[in-house]
Every structure is written in C-alpha cells, then in structure tokens.
C-alpha cells in the first residue's frame, strides 16, 4: 500500500504539471481495469474524445476488432498490482 501511495502522489504531481500547462480538458484520464471490464465503452471514450465522435466506423475501431485486444497480455503479475 506504502508503494502504491507513493507512486499515486508521483502520478499527481506529474499530472498537476501537465495540466497548468496545457488545461486539464486536454487530458482523458482512464485505467486498464475500466478498459478489461468495457473495452468497447473505453475505446468509445476515447474516440469521442479525440475526434469528437463516438462512432466506431473505421475498421481499427471495429467492435469486432475492440474485444481482440488485452491490456493485460504483454505484463507481468508484478506490473500489473
């Protein structure tokens, strides 16, 4: 937990600085756990908020192509706590 709390309040303190930078709307935040329990809602998200459209249209943002994909694959268990 100590570790997590450290690298939690490094997170923060990088995240501060890139949004006095350039504004925090410029930014989507989201997590791996968001993206394995809705692929499809998080790569929506995304998508909207990169083109301003939620349309999944081009074949790379297929739904038949989203659920494909694994975050967690390529990690190792101690990447991944």
Known sequence: DTIEG???GVY???LE???KR???KRFLLTSTDAYEEDTQRVVKDVSHFLTGSAELASPA????NIDSIKVFG???SDART
Do not use: D, N
């Open 61 to 64: 943002r297929h739904p038949s």
């Open 6 to 8: 450290v690298a939690a």
């Open 12 to 14: 923060h303190a990088q």
């Open 17 to 19: 600085y890139w949004f």
């Open 74 to 76: 390529g990690m190792s």
């Open 22 to 24: 350039f504004g925090p």
